[in-house]
């Protein structure tokens, strides 16, 4: 059998005595007969997948019945339950948000995936391979000035739990938070009043609580009202960035 990259958590089932680069290496094409070791491997590896994907199935069974914020408009939104090396974290959805039940599925999305399409992957893929997550979970209103309402600092501590849930239970190499709320969450371990033209175009490293070293590479919100990523030192920096992610080894995992 050739040897093949492969996506999703279902690929991985199906192919039980492949050992999958995502998860840890490839069978070479045209090899003999599998050792017997590496086969165990393989469907240790797997078997982790599966728990994995169904501890992420429980967990968003249990935000989606989330009510915590009386200032939030809900139902909370969520991407897929799979397991995958990339992780990424917005900022909050919006009204279109909560009526298609998806992140990122309007303006803002379609800007962003033309990003992620730049270096190699497209939304379909996207929202297949990586783990789709948020600072806040339901729409925080609009605010009376104009834009999309800033979730306050009880709404952001009441939905931290369920992005560091899922930060722990997928495990991810890559961080990708989108958008000065999402990086914010990351402030103990950036440099101290970093202004996003310090961070974004640069790969910062993070531990979490429980000692998960991953990678941080930011990106600024794609918000159509936002004008850094258009002019520089955003057009610049946004270019890095990018770069900085195609070529991490998490992310040549997805494509």
Not at 12 to 30: M, Q, S, Y
Not at 73 to 87: D, N
Not at 183 to 210: C, E, K, N
Request: net charge neutral.
């Amino acid at each position: 059998m050739e040897a093949q990259r492969l996506k999703t958590i279902d690929d991985l089932l199906d192919c039980e005595d492949e050992r999958v680069e995502l998860i840890g290496g490839i069978k070479p094409a045209g090899s003999g007969p599998a050792d017997p070791s590496l086969q165990a491997d393989s469907r240790s590896a797997i078997a982790a997948a599966s728990d994995q994907t169904e501890a992420l199935d429980r967990l968003y069974e249990d935000l989606r019945r989330c009510r915590r914020c009386p200032g939030m408009f809900g139902p909370p939104v969520h991407g897929l339950a799979i397991r995958s090396p990339v992780m990424m974290i917005g900022q909050a959805p919006g009204t279109r948000e909560i009526e298609q039940g998806r992140p990122f599925c309007w303006t803002a999305g379609k800007t962003l995936f033309r990003w992620f399409e730049s270096i190699g992957i497209d939304e379909a893929g996207f929202r297949a391979r990586v783990l789709m997550s948020a600072v806040c979970r339901c729409f925080p209103g609009k605010n009376p000035k104009g834009g999309d309402r800033v979730p306050d600092r009880v709404e952001v501590e009441n939905c931290t739990p369920w992005w560091r849930a899922e930060l722990e239970t997928g495990q991810p190499r890559l961080i990708i938070p989108v958008g000065k709320l999402a990086i914010a969450q990351f402030a103990d371990q950036l440099p101290a009043r970093a202004r996003l033209d310090m961070l974004v175009g640069h790969q910062w490293p993070y531990r979490s609580a429980t000692g998960l070293a991953v990678d941080l590479i930011p990106l600024p919100h794609p918000s159509g009202a936002s004008t850094w990523f258009k002019m520089e030192p955003g057009l610049t920096l946004l270019p890095q960035a990018l770069g900085l992610i195609a070529a991490h080894p998490a992310w040549q995992a997805v494509l």
